[in-house]
């Protein structure tokens, strides 16, 4: 390992040892006080939490959510039962799946806050599946995110668009991130399938463009797009306006190759 990285790791153990300290210190009082407080004390800490840019975060996560998600593990081991705060911009879009019984397909990014959708759609009373290459991972860090009940997963094999399609018909709404790195590769190259997209070719389909963001006060803000299949050609056409929302809109700096013949993942 260069010697960088040994002190990259070195700088976010240090941090996350102090953040740790600040919850047992705090545990006495409420959950959200101690959050509040490791929270504020993360920030001061971000010259340390700063090596997560650099190495060690092959995804190019935004460092904030990367730390975030981290701050959540902690608190669980030590103080278990904080609800992470959420905020829907779009409630609009929510509401309308709620009453509609039109399929719909909700696609996001990989993030450390990806779960969360299946909390917001929980809580709206919103049956939905989700496409996930590790369910034992997303279910655990649903929890941490606020999710409840148990996730229903379908599973990423030759017959996942036929299993979509199945639910989709089903009357649940399905989501699934539908960027992808290389398996076991070093390389930073980050991928977009648009796979998922040619079920629009084949039903008339409600398409839902989602990203999370954290707040500064520590709050995890939704934003949704209802894509409009009328303005793209065919499936490449929609995961190019995809990653265009993501960059002009949410500021994403990541770069995706968009792809047509990969597997989900």
Not at 52 to 80: C, I
Not at 216 to 222: H, L, P, Q, T, Y
Request: charged letters at 20%; aromatic letters at 8%; hydrophobic letters at 40%.
């Amino acid at each position: 390992m260069p010697v960088s990285r040994v002190f990259d790791v070195l700088r976010v153990k240090l941090a996350l040892f102090i953040l740790q300290l600040s919850i047992f210190s705090n545990r006495a009082h409420d959950h959200d006080t101690v959050f509040r407080a490791a929270w504020a004390l993360s920030k001061r800490l971000g010259f340390l939490f700063n090596a997560f840019s650099s190495s060690g975060n092959p995804w190019g996560y935004e460092v904030r959510q990367v730390v975030y998600l981290r701050l959540l593990r902690l608190l669980h081991r030590q103080k278990p039962g904080y609800i992470p705060k959420v905020t829907v911009v779009n409630e609009d879009v929510f509401a309308h799946m709620a009453r509609s019984k039109s399929p719909t397909i909700i696609v996001t990014v990989h993030s450390p806050t990806d779960t969360v959708i299946s909390r917001i759609l929980e809580d709206r009373g919103i049956k939905s599946s989700l496409l996930a290459a590790n369910p034992q991972t997303v279910g655990e860090r649903a929890a941490l995110l606020g999710c409840r009940g148990q996730l229903d997963f379908i599973a990423q094999t030759e017959n996942t668009l036929l299993q979509i399609r199945r639910d989709l018909r089903r009357n649940r709404v399905v989501h699934l991130c539908i960027d992808f790195r290389e398996d076991n590769s070093a390389s930073p190259a980050l991928f977009m399938s648009s796979a998922v997209f040619r079920i629009s070719e084949l039903m008339t389909l409600n398409i839902v463009f989602l990203d999370t963001r954290i707040t500064a006060d520590g709050c995890i803000s939704v934003y949704t797009h209802v894509h409009d299949t009328a303005e793209t050609t065919g499936p490449d056409g929609i995961a190019s306006a995809f990653v265009h929302w993501l960059k002009t809109t949410h500021g994403h700096t990541r770069d995706w190759t968009i792809v047509s013949n990969n597997p989900l993942r």
